[in-house]
């Protein structure tokens, strides 16, 4: 991969919220952003702002929200779901669903739960096929393992019925969210211990981790999920310490961790994203740099069998230097967009910058 950094071109959507924007996403040539007071759409097009939702109450603080059916959209709002027609751009329902504020929301694959997690450390489930207007709060349960603040989840790609948890007891956990019945065994099928896996890599490969980030909490911030040879799937947890931790999502085992900052994540929302096909991934958070990743693999026999193996760079050719820490990043269109302390959502046009010679 060769870049010039001098055709890296940026620019910006000014002013899309009040406040800084915590999360994004988009929706038929619209972008959604969400800040601490309101819900805003903007046309890509036409260039012309609407409001969708503006908080009426000094108790109120939105979160994060997540597109549903591309026709409808789950707000939090502290420990509150409202749901949204985005035709309409009108409030359809509005209920408790978690016992504390709420700090991810997701949706599987095909529509039909919807997960959220919250500063208890509780996980809330929701079956939504069964639903028109209306969620019934009958079709419910709750997942508790987490002892400390709960702020990452992610359904498996693949396997909808497998969802992953990342929390600040510096764990992740893989679970069985099917629907069963009370007499049936425990919903998780492993917790693992991110933190104890880091002090084995400050042990073992003595990466040049300074004493402050050995000592940081493996608070898990995000979790994000990456193609691997052979359909497989690994699963990249971002941590407090600046840590890129990457596991096997069938097996749960490590397979290569690396300290990419000393702050890699600080909130909920994206922090990994793929750029195109190739094999990059930008990472953000803290440290108000936008770095770069990698997987190297090698191949090595041994039995007369070929063995795999991956392992975590930085690719030191290309970093970003966006000034403010950023709170969310997605990658559209060869263009990298990122949320940040401002009310602005930034933008960075890499189609001149890949070359693909």
Known sequence: MNFDLAKLEKFSLDSLNKNSINSFDF????????????????????????????????????????????????????????LFDLNLSQQINKFKFSKDTINSIKISKKDNIL??????????????????????LSFCKSLNQHDNICYALEFHPANEHELFSGSFDCTFIKWDIRFQKKDS????????????????????????????????????HSLYFIELPENKTGLMCGTENGYAMLFDSDSCKLIHGKQITNNLAVSQFNKFEKIDDKNLIA??????????????????????????????????????????????VKYKDQKLYLSDTSNDISIYNFKNLLNKS
């Open 185 to 220: 065994k425990k919903p998780f099928i492993k917790k693992v211990a991110v933190s104890d896996e880091i002090q084995k890599l400050i042990q073992i490969e003595k990466d040049g981790a300074d004493m402050l980030s050995s000592m940081t909490p493996s608070f898990i």
């Open 115 to 136: 997960a959220c997690c919250d500063d208890s450390g509780e996980i809330k489930l929701l079956d939504v096929r069964t639903q028109s207007r209306e969620p019934c």
């Open 27 to 82: 929706i038929d040539g619209k972008i959604i952003s969400c800040c601490e007071s309101e819900l805003n759409i903007f046309n890509l097009e036409t260039g012309i702002k609407s409001n969708i939702y503006s908080v009426v109450d000094e108790t109120e603080e939105l979160g994060c929200f997540k597109i549903f059916q591309q026709d409808k959209l789950f707000l939090s709002n502290e420990n509150i779901i409202q």
């Open 283 to 328: 990472t953000s958070g803290d440290s108000k740099l936008i770095e770069f990743i990698y997987l190297n693999k090698e191949q090595a026999n041994f039995k007369n069998k070929t063995h795999v193996k991956f392992e975590i760079r930085k690719f030191e050719e290309l970093s970003i230097k966006h000034g403010k820490k950023v709170n969310c």
